[in-house]
C-alpha cells in the first residue's frame, strides 16, 4: 500500500538560520561550485554543515561502485551531523548541485551550544526527528509504490510541498541520472515518467523542473 504524501507535523517552525544568529555559534562560509564536492566518503567527520544556499547532494558508493544518491539538502538544511555520534568518518560523498554557500560548524562548537543552549537544542532535536520520519517515509516508499509514485514524492519534497505553505516550486537544476540514482530506477524510466507529467500538466520542464500542485492530486492520491 502506499503512503500517501503529507507533511510532517514535527517542528514545523524552526528557523535554523534565526538560531544561528541568536546563539552566536561559531562557524565558518564556504562557497562551492556546482559539481564541486564539500567532503568525500571517508573523510574525517569533524564538523556539521549548515545550507544557507544552493543546494547538496549527499550519495553513497558501495562495493560494485555504483552510486546511490540517499538525500538532497536545500537553504535551512543540516547535514553531517552523523559527527556528533562519534562517527569517525563521513559515511557518503557530499557535492553542491548548484552555486552554493555552506556554514561549517565545528563538532566541538556545535556540541558546546547544543548543551548551553536549550532552546537551540530542542529546536535541532525536533528538526532531527522531523528528518528521521522522512528518511522512514523514503524507506517505506522504495519498498511499496512504482516508480510512478516514488519519483512524483520525490519532486514534491525537491520542491519544498512537504515543508512549506507557499513551495518553491522549481527545483536545482538536475540530471534525470540524479533523480533515477534517487528513487532506484533507470534513468530511462524517469525519461518517461518525466515527459507523462509534462503531458498533464502536472510539471513544467525546460531545462529546469518545475513542479504544479496538481501532481500530488494527480499521481500520489490517485
Known sequence: MFMKFK??????????????????????????????????????????????????????????????????????????????????????????????????????????????????SNQFIGYLLARNNRLQEDLIDQLCSSSEKRLARTLLILAGFAKQKQPDRELPRMSQTTLAKMIGTTRSRVNFFMNEFRKRGFIEYNGKITVNRSLLKGVLEA
Not at 538560520?17 to 567532503?39: C, N, S
Not at 552510486?67 to 555520534?85: N, T, Y
Open 7 to 120: 507533511r510532517s507535523k514535527v517542528n514545523p517552525s524552526f528557523d535554523a538560520r534565526a538560531m544561528l544568529d541568536t546563539v552566536r555559534l561559531a562557524r565558518t562560509a564556504g562557497e562551492f561550485r556546482r559539481a564541486e564536492p564539500i567532503f568525500l566518503q571517508g573523510d574525517p567527520a569533524d564538523s556539521v554543515m549548515y545550507v544557507q544556499q544552493g543546494g547538496v547532494k549527499f550519495s553513497v558508493v558501495h562495493g560494485s561502485h555504483r552510486e546511490a544518491v540517499v538525500a538532497i539538502f536545500g537553504p535551512g538544511d543540516f547535514f553531517g551531523e552523523g559527527c556528533l555520534s562519534a562517527q569517525p568518518t563521513r559515511m557518503g560523498t557530499a557535492s553542491a548541485i548548484a552555486p552554493t554557500t555552506i556554514f561549517v560548524i565545528d563538532k566541538n562548537e556545535m556540541l558546546r551550544v547544543l548543551r548551553a543552549e536549550h532552546s537551540f
